[in-house]
């Protein structure tokens, strides 16, 4: 059970800037399912969204509905600020059947309340949303006029109240303490297992004053040819001289997080590598440097996109995205993307992970900063050195 | 990178169960994104799956073909038995994009394949398969006839082959040296994150002959107040004297789980603590009594009942489901559960995992075992004691 740190204002100002939010796109009613937009709205934790669940917010009520499964409403009662009333747990009969969806629930709980003929909005493409839960809920409630919310808490979450940045910078301390543990026992013939289990003793037992969470991705790690894609993720196998291993990985405080990516090479590396290295981080530092309030996303990307070209390279994929609270299966924001096209103003405590990768045909380079957008331009969330680490 | 331990004549048992399952539902392709049911049939890893990807399984060709990101094609050659012509990867474009959805490209892919006017099988209630996701694709194939393939493939893995049975055992030495991490270190004043840092690291980085892997969900570490309610996670704060601690955790050896949960009491618990374990566990074992080849999965739950009713007790929630491979949220087969109107026939070398949990008002009490079915009955995966383990 974690004690949440935010005073109940915190909480009646996101959903002040919700509602807003929900006139300006038309809708009386959100039917939310990410569990970080419901952690967001109520304080909600637990690892209870492998099984249908949502908050309701009405625009005319003051206070969120959390629907979830009966044995949950426990972790409901323990760790929102919602009244016992406003927890509803449906019955076990709901889960994982083939006769009976929990999306059905959650439409007798909107008709019950008399909001069955008003225009809802759907988190669509939430990862816990499934098809089957948008079909049970639309042809549930034929009165209703579903649109697609289009991640409107999702971008009510971008930009940061001080305590959540006050979050992300523990989490930066955790970040720093798993990557400097993965440091600590890379080595020729030592197992990727054994230095994983490392990265994550640090993450999570943390340091004096605080511990760790899960972080919303387990930490990647891949070696050798490997590194020339980036979700994989360790094995039992031997660290090899002459071989690379991108890390990335994440430190979570209270599920707000911390990305870093970093690259160590065992031996030394081939020239391309460490050339690579210095250009993608020249590249990564142009980005910073334009990640000023006012600045569009895309003209992040394109400072990056500037360096790289100069030196010969292209990079198909985005270079960053906006980070904060994050459970399973991302940390992203699934919000602002540094990339073309993306018109995104950047402002004040607005964060994000800006992670250039690059991979090659047979190896790969990554580094990334996490930082908040300050007046004063980027302020990065950790410090950790950033270049190619090379290992005797 | 992982080297995969099945032989190649092993997916294609699976790609043929697969097909015949399939003709036997009416369908002529499916579009699977579950990833469990991605590595089930083509070894595919990697944590890719917070962005949409796929496996087309068509009834009539030999080999199916991975979609997914670009960046992510590497770890579909390096991981998969597929040849590089049956990886076929989406720009980035397509990324959280608002104007356009990966399953857009999905079905281009499906229409130039002659696939479009066919019987197609959606996993419509898989976690990475989104409302938005199952609009697009309908909408985007006119001609095709849509339908639910509920689990089909999850259906597939429910009977395992000796290699998944052995990759289970393994997975209980990790689950069992996790669970003893744990005990090792809880007690009066000892931080919980510290505990859990030490799960993660012992499940991890294994034992000698081999590592571990991610586990599909988290430990679970309800205590105090919080054993009340099964899935809250741990946090800094401190064990204290009089009050139990559930642990639920897994071990993971490539992707196949054995989980367990286990609980513990600092100082001398309440007597109707005490008395619930034992009538808990003598329920469990009534039920592993039951679980043969033949019985009902609803039977191995009235056993269970007849026990705990005899007691005074009752329970809502199913006692158990089936298990196997599995990545997140889920360890969980989502086809098996041990409830009424179960109607499944056991049969030889299905995996289950039996947890029967009770949370009262103010504490609970779990305890678990992984099995398999064999002829001679319910085997469990490991050993490990049972009762109400007791701190002083």
Known sequence: ??????????????????????????????????????????????????????????????????????????????????????????????????????????????????WNAVRIGLEMDAYY???????????????????????????V??????????????????????????????????????TVGE?????????????????????????????????ITWSDALFKRGEPTILELAGSRLGYHAPIARTLHLGPPPLKLADTAKIVIEGMHAALDAAVPGALAEEVEAEWRAVISRH???????????????YPPDWGEHTVSFRPGDKTVLRENMTFHCIPGMWLDDWGFEVSTAFQVTAGGAVPIYDFPEELHVRD
């Open 157 to 194: 979450r971008n930009i940061k109240s001080e305590p959540e940045i006050g979050l992300m910078r523990q989490a930066g301390q955790l970040a720093k303490s798993a990557m400097q543990a993965a440091f600590d026992t890379i080595r020729e013939g030592a197992r990727q297992c054994d």
């Open 312 to 326: 010969g390279l292209e990079k198909e994929s985005r270079i960053g995205y906006s980070i904060g609270l994050g």
């Open 199 to 231: 990265i994550y003793r640090a993450g999570i037992s943390g340091v004096e004053e605080f511990g760790g969470e899960y972080t919303a991705l387990c930490p990647m790690l891949p070696t050798g040819e490997g590194t020339a894609t980036p979700h």
């Open 1 to 114: 059970m974690t004690v949440y740190p935010f005073e109940k204002r915190e909480f009646e100002l996101r959903l002040t800037r919700t509602k807003s939010a929900m006139e300006k796109a038309g809708l009386d009613l959100l039917v939310i399912c990410d569990p970080a937009n419901m952690d967001y709205l109520t304080g909600y934790k637990g690892w209870s969204f492998y099984v249908p669940q949502c908050v309701l917010v009405h625009g005319e009520a003051d206070i969120p509905v959390w629907i979830g499964r009966l044995m949950d409403a426990g972790a409901a009662r323990l760790s929102t600020w919602l009244p016992d009333e406003a927890v509803v747990p449906y019955p076990d009969i709901y889960v994982q059947s083939r006769d009976r969806h929990p999306m059905d629930f959650v439409a007798d709980q909107i008709k019950l309340r008399g």
């Open 129 to 155: 949303f499934s098809g089957r839960a948008a079909d049970s809920i639309r042809s549930a409630l034929p009165d209703a006029r579903f649109s697609d919310c289009d991640h409107l808490v999702n971008w």
